[in-house]
């Protein structure tokens, strides 16, 4: 029992200073930057609000069987080329991608290791395509 406790112990330590070197990380400082900067502009986060709504909108018309009219298509893309000529907003949209990629690759490597039983080499880590199991990414 002892053992198993030390083992948590340990590994529980590990994911710390993992986590603690991910947030050292510039890449990861900037990609809090402009999700702050996002959530600091309530006009980004309404264009945001609006254009996720238009899309479900959308997107609920044609499940039900019902084709999109070119002047529906026509206004969503302009509101989505509106949306992405916001800086702040195209620049919290390259962050959320960011940061999927970054929880991807993380997922990935402990996935590999404990599948492997060893920590997996870069020719292993890039057979197989997908980020684990329950990803759900479909690669």
Sequence with gaps: MQTIIETEDAVSTKIRELCEAILQQPQFQDIRQRVEAFTADPDAQRQYELLSEAGQQLHNK???????????????????????????????????????????????????TLELGHVPSDEELSEGGGCGSGCGCHH
């Design 62 to 112: 044609q499940h039900q069987g019902h084709t999109l009219t070119s002047a529906e298509i026509a206004a969503f893309d302009r509101q989505r080329d509106a949306f992405f000529a916001n800086p702040v907003a195209k620049g919290f949209m390259d962050a959320q991608e960011e940061m999927h990629q970054m929880k991807q690759q993380i997922t990935k490597q402990i996935s590999k």
